[in-house]
């Protein structure tokens, strides 16, 4: 699991340089980095120790540290996050597709993506980024559920967003093991546009 957060941590630093302004000493307004995941998936695992490895680098990390009680919107200042954030980094992971605070997360990151060119780079934890793609599995499982308590148009856009997502070159937890990176033509390569 280290292995593959330090990975992505090298690939991130290597493309972070490119787009994030360098720190000028004044506390930052707007942050670097959203970190969207679902937290009894990887907040004590892989995503805390992506946090602290992209803070150490000097990032300004958004991480929501309170989970949302079931039926609560996600707040404006997550929104605002989202939006003003230079990348997003959604965790899709098995149960990330449950969680509709989770869904509007994504459907808000894919949308500044879509409108605003955010960079987006999603990580596949455990999961097959067809099954997202397709929604099938748990992701099927997970929608069809919302179906039933949901707005069609909510289904429809978090549908769309994890589609989306899957679309996008990011990082699979498969294709990491014992710290190397397997050849995989989902993974940006090392020092790559």
């Not at 999603?122 to 308590?149: N, S, T």
């Not at 710290?179 to 020092?191: K, R």
Request: aromatic letters at 10%.
């Amino acid at each position: 699991m280290y292995a593959f957060a330090n990975v992505l941590l090298a690939l991130l630093l290597i493309y972070a340089c490119k787009i994030v302004p360098k720190k000028t000493g004044a506390v930052p307004q707007n942050y670097d980095v959203f970190l969207s995941f679902r937290g009894e998936d990887t907040r004590t695992g892989f995503t805390d120790f992506l946090y602290i490895s992209l803070v150490d680098a000097g990032f300004h990390v958004f991480r929501d540290n309170d989970a949302l009680p079931v039926g609560k919107e996600i707040g404006s200042e997550l929104l605002q996050a989202i939006r003003n954030c230079q990348i997003a980094i959604p965790i899709i992971s098995e149960r990330y597709a449950q969680s509709k605070p989770c869904l509007h997360e994504l459907n808000e990151i894919m949308d500044c993506h879509t409108k605003h060119r955010k960079s987006v780079f999603p990580v596949f934890y455990k999961v097959d980024v067809v099954d997202v793609l397709e929604q099938r599995g748990i992701f099927g499982k997970a929608l069809r559920e919302h179906r039933r308590h949901c707005s069609s148009r909510d289904v429809q856009n978090w549908e769309l967003a994890l589609t989306s997502v899957a679309g996008i070159r990011g990082w699979t937890s498969q294709a990491i093991a014992n710290g190397y990176v397997y050849q995989n033509p989902n993974l940006p390569a090392l020092g790559g546009k």
